[in-house]
Antibody
Framework: EVQLVESGGGLVQPGGSLRLSCAAS????????MNWVRQAPGKGLEWVSY????????YYADSVKGRFTISRDNAKNSLYLQMNSLRAEDTAVYYC????????????????WGQGTTVTVSS | SYVLTQPPSVSVAPGQTARITCGGN??????VHWYQQKPGQAPVLVVY???DRPSGIPERFSGSNSGNTATLTISRVEAGDEADYYC???????????FGGGTKLTVL
């Protein structure tokens, strides 16, 4: 079964750090581009970051650039999101999501999602 | 940055057809993807590349895309279709994924 399982969420104080993990199974993880997408309470989906299959190309939303770092370990079938300098507005459910495929500089949908992990930034 | 605009809510009676729009500048030149999200659950891809359906998604779900508007159409709406729906594109000018604000579909 194709599956993504996030972990690492929790309660953290403003200015603190947290590292999220996403464990992939049931597919060849190293062949797929991956993303982190978040959803603040009662709000819509917000894309956070993208990483290419090899890890050589990375993009960030402006709201997290300079504070968050996406990475992956293809040997461990795992995706990560290191979150530093956390703010109250980073409070959200964080999902990892697989790109269906990417080609020619564009990506075409996210077909597999994890169940999400909750990050709460509060003092 | 590229902006996608969706109506906040759409209401439809069971058995009728629901149409959810997604507006964007020349969106017809992009591939549009649609996601269904029920309360407390992760999003599910229901339409990709404007009008294709992943396996397991009912034929009642269809999509179109032209000009400045993409549309998700749900035929013969059922109570179980009640959910939030999001459109999404890849913006190659910024190398960002972009989501619309979401539309809450209510089945009356």
């Amino acid at each position: 079964e194709v599956q993504l399982v996030e972990s690492g969420g929790g309660l953290v104080q403003p200015g603190g750090s947290l590292r999220l993990s996403c464990a992939a199974s049931g597919f060849t993880f190293s062949s797929y581009e991956m993303n982190w997408v978040r959803q603040a309470p009662g709000k819509g989906l917000e894309w956070v970051s993208y990483i290419s299959s090899s890890g050589s190309t990375i993009y960030y939303a402006d709201s997290v650039k300079g504070r968050f770092t996406i990475s992956r370990d293809n040997a461990k079938n795992s995706l990560y999101l290191q979150m530093n300098s956390l703010r109250a507005e980073d409070t959200a459910v964080y999902y990892c999501a697989r790109n269906r495929y990417c080609s020619g500089g564009s990506c075409y949908g996210m077909d597999v999602w994890g169940q999400g992990t909750t990050v709460t930034v509060s003092s | 940055s590229y902006v996608l605009t969706q109506p906040p809510s759409v209401s439809v009676a069971p058995g009728q057809t629901a149409r959810i729009t997604c507006g964007g500048n020349n969106i017809g030149s992009k591939s549009v993807h649609w996601y269904q999200q029920k309360p407390g659950q992760a999003p599910v891809l229901v339409v990709y590349d404007d009008s294709d359906r992943p396996s397991g998604i009912p034929e009642r779900f269809s999509g179109s895309n032209s000009g400045n508007t993409a549309t998700l159409t749900i035929s013969r709406v059922e109570a179980g279709d009640e959910a939030d729906y999001y459109c999404q594109v890849w913006d190659s000018s910024s190398d960002h994924e972009v989501f619309g604000g979401g539309t809450k579909l209510t089945v009356l």
